[in-house]
């Protein structure tokens, strides 16, 4: 490969940039990075410049684009095999597979009441806590259920998921930093501690550390 471009939107709130530009870190990738403003008049064309889809992220691999995090991240598995992005075992990597996809393409009231825009941003201190509606409880409580099955069967290795970090740690780092913004309550939801230390761990990562120094700094 000739040089790798991620395209993403502002480190403070561009929760679907995080994803693969994690997934890139834990590859050890070496690669060029591109931010683009998100709500800015000239934000649309400036992605169009890159992404076929005329969103973020996008990885530009040798002139060629490849868009959308979960595509981004199954082509850094691919080429990065013995990053580890998921679990080697089958039963637990077949999981990994699920609750990854069903984070990509669910939780529709968690998105929608708790959305990371210029007024609430991923990182740095919670914002105000907010009295879940119906739809947003039940999002909580699968995420609860989730998180205390995988780390109840897979999670004595390590402090992630499935022990080690994952594809699936990344997909949740932007939930969790939802969590903590809007300081849901895991517990009046199911959990006994374990999602919350789930939560923590993925906030204290060192690849995730980094991105919200740059996110305040682009804020600050």
Request: hydrophobic share 45%.
């Amino acid at each position: 490969m000739q040089g790798l471009k991620l395209v993403i939107g502002d480190k403070a709130f561009s929760t679907w940039s995080l994803r693969p530009w994690l997934v890139l870190k834990h590859c050890d990738a070496a690669f060029e990075e591109k931010v683009i403003f998100l709500d800015q008049p000239t934000t649309a064309a400036e992605i169009a410049e890159h992404s076929p889809a005329g969103k973020v992220p996008v990885l530009i691999v040798d002139g060629v684009a490849i868009w959308d995090s979960l595509a981004i991240s199954l082509w850094c598995a691919e080429h990065w095999p013995r990053a580890g992005l998921w679990p080697e075992d089958a039963e637990a990597r077949a999981r990994a597979y699920s609750v990854t996809c069903e984070m990509h393409s669910a939780f529709m009231a968690l998105r929608s009441e708790c959305g990371m825009g210029p007024d609430h941003l991923m990182v740095g201190a919670p914002g105000p806590a907010m009295a879940p509606s119906a739809a947003l409880s039940k999002d909580i409580r699968r995420l609860v259920e989730m998180w205390r099955d995988c780390r109840d069967r897979w999670g004595g290795e390590g402090p992630y998921l499935f022990g080690r970090w994952s594809i699936a740690d990344a997909f949740f780092t932007p939930v969790a930093a939802r969590v903590r913004h809007y300081q849901l309550d895991l517990a009046a939801h199911g959990d006994n501690g374990t999602a919350a230390a789930y939560c923590a761990a993925l906030l204290t990562q060192e690849d995730f550390l980094e991105w919200e120094a740059a996110g305040l700094a682009e804020v600050g």
